[in-house]
């Protein structure tokens, strides 16, 4: 199990990560949290992807 390890002080930390469905219409996206050191969420993104591939998706 891999655990998420606030940063220290007085840092943040901005965790990312993406999807690929080639079962749903090519379908992609994209999105990530930035947290500080005391593990409070300072912002949260999404963003849907145009992509032909998990390839195409990981260099959007």
């Known amino acids: 199990m891999v655990l ?3 940063p220290e002080a007085p840092w943040v930390k901005l965790n990312t990560d ?3 469905s080639a079962d749903l ?3 992609a996206g994209g999105g990530g949290l930035v947290r500080d050191f005391t593990s409070a969420l300072l912002a949260g993104f999404y963003a849907p992807l145009r992509a032909t591939s ?6 959007q």
């Open 18 to 20: 993406g999807s690929f």
């Open 4 to 6: 998420w390890r606030p």
């Open 25 to 27: 219409q090519m379908a």
């Open 54 to 59: 998990r390839f195409d998706a990981e260099f």
